[in-house]
């Protein structure tokens, strides 16, 4: 081999070598940045999408619950994925105590300074729970859960058949969620109070109304349903867009023991 050939050869093979270590550590930041992304708690998603806004919901309650309890009433009632505390705050002003859960430290920390400035502070108990772990303790008169969707991973089958034991003898679950997430955009962008839609690794098709009541196995004979419909809807988006979105409703009621 000529001097020339050796030395196209030995710069060739460092080529290669310095193509192959690149890529190598390439992968290696790829790999080490997804290990960072899954080891982020569900806390830590939500805590930074809130962080995003001073407010991120509108503050109104979600009008399923307003249509189905106008006049809310006495009793109490128990609010799955609270967000700010918008719901929660409209049932203690028309006179539940409510218990008010959500992943996100910083959402109710929110709801909590909100129920001070409406005066209700003293009929919400805000307590922090990742509802794919833990699960409040009791039973309630109203168990109500609105938009439970999640781009990080989220058993919601399972945490609704916890709703449904959490539901005290002539209570009523109210479940409310979407078949079509609106607009297609950037998870939070869109829908009402604690709202994601269905974007992002974890998103799945959203099931029906009558499809949520057959996953729930609820016992024969011990349950009525209410109401069990989807609703077309539309939502002016921040940026101006009317968006068209299919809602489910379920309504259930436990008969009296």
Known sequence: MTDTAHADHTRHADHIRHADHTRHADHTRHADHAEAAESRTAAEEW??????NERKWSGSPNPALVREFPEPGPGTALDLGCGEGADAIWLARGG?????VDVSRVALERGAAHAEEEGVADRIDWQWHDLAETFPEGTWDLVSSHFLHSWTELPRERILRRAVAAVAPGGTLLIVGHVEAPGGGRHGDHGEEGDAGNHGPHATELPTSRQ???SLDLPEGEWEVRRCEEEERTR??????????TDTTLRLRRLPA
């Not at 805590?47 to 995003?52: A, H, I, T, V």
């Not at 002016?236 to 979105?245: I, K, L």
């Open 47 to 52: 805590d930074d999408l809130y962080r995003e």
């Open 96 to 100: 539940r105590r409510v218990t008010a």
């Open 212 to 214: 949520v009541l057959e």
């Open 236 to 245: 002016t988006m921040p940026d101006g867009r009317v968006v068209e979105y």
